[in-house]
Nanobody
Framework: QVQLVESGGGLVQAGGSLRLSCAAS????????MGWYRQAPGKRRELVAT???????NYADSVKGRFTISRDNAKDTVLLQMSSLNPEDTAVYYC?????????????WGQGTQVTVSS
């Protein structure tokens, strides 16, 4: 089993910043991909950003230039630094990891942390 513990969500005014953190623990030797998705009310869950074990990052167009993803492989943690937040960033943010197994990688999700941006 894999556990993901998220922290750092909250309420912030438009233009402000927040940092999300996610720590992974459990039965695994390595993590291929770590990242964040988000889901706003009435909308589908969408990619925010991912980062590979080698440090290659991928961002949704809507957050490019405002959000920065990073990871600490030694601590199995992933961070999402969010700046210039706007009300459209309001959503539940979910930590995501992909663990190599025999066969396809196995995805795991955190329970989510609420980010609310007020105008």
């Amino acid at each position: 089993q894999v556990q993901l513990v998220e922290s750092g969500g909250g309420l912030v005014q438009a233009g402000g910043s927040l940092r999300l953190s996610c720590a992974a623990s459990g039965s695994f030797f390595s993590i291929n991909v770590m990242g964040w998705y988000r889901q706003a009310p009435g909308k589908r869950r969408e990619l925010v950003a991912t980062i590979t074990s080698g440090g290659s990052a991928n961002y949704a167009d809507s957050v490019k230039g405002r959000f920065t993803i990073s990871r600490d492989n030694a601590k199995d943690t992933v961070l999402l630094q969010m700046s210039s937040l706007n009300p459209e960033d309001t959503a539940v943010y979910y930590c995501y990891v992909r663990i190599p197994r025999v066969g396809p990688d196995m995805p795991y999700w955190g329970q989510g942390t609420q980010v609310t941006v007020s105008s």
